[in-house]
């Protein structure tokens, strides 16, 4: 098959036009033209007014080579390349350990999944609760302000993206097409199929929910075990190689390859990491508000006349400002058509989120608005100057900060875009009406981030709305804080077998190691650490 790209045609053009286009493109007969396929579509918005479906097609023709011959110096044409799945191994019957993985977010669930489907019959250890059983206790915080500290957005099965919108794009170098795996996982599980050809894929919280309860199946009917509520104490090391990990219940599970698929949230875990001498870095991360607008503003900013086209949906942006005191601000997480949700998982705490069903139906837009902050600036551990932890304590720092801003209820607290800008506490909502639950508690938000923070995002909101009119409405809302926007620290691997940098057996992965960003890349991340279990595995067996 060939590969043609940047096909462009109108929004609302007939079915008939794809193959009108690919005719013209190649200068062929209709009867060359076997059959074609969508491998992805994008949305070009530059011109509000006459926006365009931007397409990558996949042809098959009579005479290939001829027509590659005729189109060898055109960069838009070529041979599609081999976008499928191979596994690298496959267990032999009479194997008889078992690899082991923590944790079952995004990470966690493809590397269970791939070691099952390879055969290698892995246990997954989940600190939380079955996803339903989840859903349940996260429902809790938002409407009754009750937190459960193991089972919330952060923990338990399907990890913090599945209280997200579900988003399955990044900007991960992808050369062996591992995010075609994850998304065809997906498909298999029940998401739409147009997320293996949309440009920005994304699933919803509800449909995600199913997703992971028939992937959990499949690794089950493959000879894989998952215990939840199974919270991991403590990792036995010996002479610099993993043995086994202890449960909070007391029992201890015997291990040479554990994959740690923590998440960014899991600083208990940390923290024994960290005691037992497993190599962690401090490493950047970001902090700062949530952000909402009326969704039709960001509609018509973005797609002028063409707002509220069903085939567009609802629209999302992308903005980044440097600040002049050497700060940048970016939008962080954007949903469309979505709300801003709790994501705390300590008491005494507030961390704010955002979330999108897969209509993105919801009458607001939000998105973090946050600033890049690096180990310089956190403050040294108290008796540990040089611990790699110093973020992990400036996050509970200005999140214990925002609970008690917000009046110590989990409320969280908030201000108008206007009243920020011009430093003054806010009494009443205007025509944005927040989200969030358990309740936005209005205030001044000025000591709600460091000092360094407010006065770039300050800086930032008129200059966003430059790019998207109206960005700093008076009225749109502003909820703090946003602190859970990557992991903290970064568990250091090899780059040859992604075993930690210090501890032979101990595969670090996912957003809680520091390698990836996003339910894609996470799970990237977790296939590519699935096959270094394996192919290890397969060597110590020989």
């Known amino acids: 098959m060939l590969r043609l790209t940047e096909i462009k045609l109108p929004i609302e053009h007939p079915e008939g036009e794809i193959k009108a286009a690919i005719l013209e493109r190649l200068n062929i007969a209709e009867s060359d033209l076997l059959r074609y396929e969508v491998f992805k579509r994008g949305v070009d918005a530059r011109k509000k007014n006459s926006i365009l479906f931007t397409y990558t097609l996949d042809v098959e023709l009579r005479n290939e080579a001829a027509v590659l011959a005729r189109f060898r110096k055109d960069p838009h044409v070529g041979i599609t390349p081999d976008t499928g799945y191979h596994f690298v191994a496959q267990a032999p019957r009479n194997l008889n350990e078992r690899p082991v993985v923590i944790g079952m977010g995004p990470a966690g669930l493809f590397a269970g999944l791939i070691l099952a489907q390879m055969g290698f019959r892995p246990i997954i250890l989940e600190r939380g609760k079955a996803v339903r059983e989840r859903t349940k206790d996260t429902w809790g915080l938002w409407r009754q302000g009750k937190l459960d500290p193991e089972s919330n957005v952060q ?68 000879g894989g075990e998952i215990r939840f509520q199974s919270r991991v104490d403590d990792v036995e090391i010996d002479n610099g190689q993993v043995r086994a990990v202890v449960l909070s219940s007391g029992e ?19 923290e024994m990491l960290y005691r037992r001498g497993v190599y962690i870095e401090a490493k950047p991360f970001s902090i700062g508000f949530r952000i909402e607008h009326p969704q039709s503003l960001i509609d018509r900013a973005r797609y002028g006349s063409n707002a509220g086209n069903p085939l567009l949906g609802a629209a999302d942006y992308k903005l980044v400002h440097h600040a002049a005191n050497g700060r940048s601000v970016y939008s962080f997480c954007m949903c469309p058509g979505g709300t801003v949700v709790a994501a705390t998982s300590e008491p005494g705490r507030v961390v704010t989120n955002g979330m999108s069903q897969y209509s ?44 008690e801003l917000g009046g110590g209820t989990y409320q969280a607290p908030g201000q108008l875009v206007g009243d920020f800008l011009a430093g003054k506490p806010s009494r009443n909502f205007g025509e944005v009406q927040p989200s969030y639950t358990p309740g936005v508690h209005l205030t001044d938000l000025s000591t709600a981030l460091p000092d360094y923070a407010i006065a770039a995002i300050r800086e930032a909101l008129p200059a966003f709305a430059k790019q998207i009119r109206g960005f700093d409405l008076a009225d749109a809302v502003l909820t703090g804080v946003e602190t859970r926007t990557s992991s903290p620290v970064r568990i250091k691997r090899n780059d040859d077998d992604l075993q930690s940098l210090n501890t032979r057996g101990l595969y670090p992965t996912g957003e809680g190691a520091g390698y990836a960003g996003g339910i894609l890349s996470a799970a990237v991340d977790g296939i590519k650490v699935a096959e270094a279990v394996a192919l290890s595995m397969m060597q110590a067996k020989n």
Do not use: C
């Not at 996982?185 to 199913?210: D, Q």
């Not at 291990?255 to 923590?262: E, P, Q, Y």
């Open 155 to 222: 923990f338990g099965e399907g990890g913090a993206g599945t209280f997200s919108d579900g988003k399955l794009y990044s900007q991960i170098k992808d050369p062996r097409y591992l995010g075609r795996k994850v998304l065809a996982e997906f498909v298999k599980a029940g998401a739409p199929e147009e997320i293996m050809y949309v440009s920005h894929p994304h699933i919803g919280t509800f449909r995600l929910v199913g997703m992971v309860e028939k992937m959990r199946e499949t690794i089950q009917s493959l």
């Open 252 to 270: 201890r599970m015997a291990t040479n390859h554990l994959v740690l698929a923590i998440g960014h949230s899991a600083r208990d875990t940390f």
């Open 360 to 403: 993105r139906n919801e009458r607001n837009a939000n998105s973090g608005i946050v600033v890049g902050i690096t180990p310089e600036d956190y403050p040294p551990v108290p008796d540990d100057p040089k611990s790699p932890l110093a973020g992990v304590e400036f996050q509970r720092r200005w999140e214990s900060r925002a609970f």
